[in-house]
C-alpha cells in the first residue's frame, strides 16, 4: 500500500515528516527533479544550486526541507523527488527569462503550464501593487480570483504528477513508499487511487500536529476557499468574500506570529491556530478593521 504524507510547506511541520518517513524505504517528496535537486540530495551537490532549481515561496523553509532529505538519503532511503508540474515551469521561466521563450516549441501540456503561470503571476502582480496600497476590498477580490485559478492548477498538476507516480511505482511495487505532498494538494490522493486502483494511506501533518498540542487546529481561511472550488462546493458571493477576507487578514497577522514565537514551532501554531479562532468570529467589516489596524500590541497573550 502506497501512503500520501500531506504537509503545510513549512518549517513547524518538518519534525511531522520526519517522524513519519522512518518507516519508509522510499520517499517521493514534491519538488522537481532537476538535477541541482538530485545531485544535492544524493550529497553530490551544493545547496545553492538546488534552490535555483525549485520554486521558493518559503526560503528558510525550502532550505531545510533539502537539507533533511539529504540527510534521509545518507541513512539509505531512497529520495526521488517528483513534480512534473514544477519541472515544466521552472524550464518555462528559465526559457522566458533568457528571452528564448517560443510557444510554437512547446508541447500541449507545457503551453497550458505556461499559460497558467502567467495568468497566476499576473494576479499576483495585480496582488503585490493593492497590497502596497493597503487597498482591502481589492485584496479580497483578487484572493478570490487566485484562489479560483490555483484551484484549477492544483487539478492539473496533480494529475500529472500521478501519472508519473504510478509509473514509478512499476519499478518500486515492492518497496515501502511515502508519498508527500503539499496539503493543498489532496486531490492527488483521489488520481492515485483512481490510477493504480487500489487503496491510499493517507497520514496528515496537521493531524499529527494537533494529537500533539491537545488542541484541534483550524485551516486558515485562504485554504478553506482554495478546497471549496477545488471540490466543487457552491457558495454564496457573501460567503465567498468573507473566507477570502479573512485570508486576507490571516497573511497580514502571521508574519507578526512568526516574529513573535522565534524559534518555537509549537508556539507559532497555537498562536496561529489563535489568529484563526478570532478571524472565524469576524464579519466583513471586523476583518477588514483588523487589516487597517497599525498596533498588534498584546492581542495575543498566549503562554507557551
Not at 50 to 78: P, Q, T
Not at 91 to 110: C, E, F, P
Not at 177 to 196: C, E, G, T
Amino acid at each position: 500500500m502506497i501512503t500520501v504524507f500531506l504537509m503545510p510547506m513549512r518549517i513547524e511541520y518538518l519534525r511531522y515528516f520526519k517522524e513519519a518517513s522512518r518507516n519508509f524505504d522510499v520517499l517521493i517528496p514534491e519538488l522537481a527533479g532537476s538535477m541541482g535537486v538530485i545531485k544535492f540530495i544524493n550529497n553530490d551537490g551544493e545547496l545553492d544550486d538546488a534552490l535555483l532549481d525549485v520554486e521558493i515561496h518559503d526560503y528558510k523553509f525550502m532550505r531545510k526541507f533539502l537539507e533533511l532529505l539529504r540527510d534521509m538519503s545518507r541513512e539509505g532511503k531512497r529520495v526521488i523527488p517528483l513534480d512534473p508540474y514544477g519541472e515544466y515551469s521552472m524550464a518555462i521561466r528559465s526559457k522566458y527569462l533568457l528571452n528564448k521563450l517560443s510557444m510554437g516549441s512547446l508541447s500541449d501540456v507545457q503551453k497550458y503550464i505556461a499559460y497558467m503561470e502567467i495568468h497566476m503571476a499576473n494576479i499576483m502582480r495585480e496582488y503585490s501593487l493593492a497590497w502596497s496600497r493597503h487597498d482591502f476590498d481589492k485584496l479580497v477580490n483578487l484572493t478570490i480570483k487566485y484562489a479560483r485559478a490555483d484551484s484549477g492548477r492544483i487539478r492539473f498538476r496533480s494529475e500529472l504528477r500521478a501519472r508519473s507516480i504510478s509509473k514509478l511505482l512499476e519499478e518500486y511495487g515492492d518497496a515501502n513508499v511515502m508519498v508527500q505532498a503539499d496539503y493543498f494538494n489532496s486531490v492527488l490522493i483521489k488520481y492515485l487511487q483512481q490510477r493504480l486502483n487500489a487503496e491510499v494511506r493517507v497520514i496528515e501533518a496537521v493531524s499529527e500536529a494537533s494529537k500533539r498540542l491537545g488542541i484541534l487546529l483550524n485551516p486558515q481561511p485562504g485554504y478553506l476557499l482554495t478546497m471549496n472550488y477545488l471540490n466543487g462546493k457552491a457558495m454564496d458571493p457573501i460567503e465567498e468574500r468573507l473566507l477570502a477576507a479573512r485570508s486576507v487578514a490571516y497573511v497580514s497577522l502571521r508574519p507578526r506570529l512568526v516574529r513573535l514565537a522565534g524559534s518555537n514551532p509549537d508556539l507559532l501554531m497555537v498562536m496561529e491556530n489563535s489568529l484563526i479562532g478570532l478571524l472565524n468570529t469576524l464579519d466583513y467589516d471586523g476583518c477588514k478593521s483588523l487589516f487597517y489596524r497599525n498596533q498588534f500590541k498584546d492581542l495575543f497573550k498566549i503562554k507557551a
